[in-house]
């Protein structure tokens, strides 16, 4: 693979710290189009990215998709907020071997709301 398409951590860094400055200029100086926009693209790549494949895909395998299409998700989802393709996917896993135990990172029960959907912070 060329070293400049190679997703290293720095790179995700950059790409999640960009996401996160823009979303909140956005929000800030926006007009509404631009806010309404915002949340149009955001739907998107939850519905192209998070939820296919974050979720069904590299923490199930539950169907097969190109490998373009996996590249191009897991990168689109970066935007997504939920953290990187690696440790969402592992969260993930966690939670469905450890569900509502104290090692469930998507507990309810052991766990403060927003750090159930925030689980970076």
Sequence with gaps: MNKLWELT?????????????????????GSTFQIASMFLVAFAIL??????????????RSWKCPRWYEIF????GIFSFTGSTI?????HRMHHAYVDTNKDPHSPIFLPIWKIYFPIF
């Design 9 to 29: 951590a720095n790179k995700f860094f950059i790409l999640t710290l960009l996401s996160h400055i823009s979303f909140l200029l956005i929000l800030i100086i």
């Design 47 to 60: 519905l192209l990215a998070s939820v296919p494949v974050y979720h069904r895909f590299l923490s199930h």
């Design 73 to 76: 998700a897991s990168v689109l």
């Design 87 to 91: 440790s969402r996917t592992s969260i």
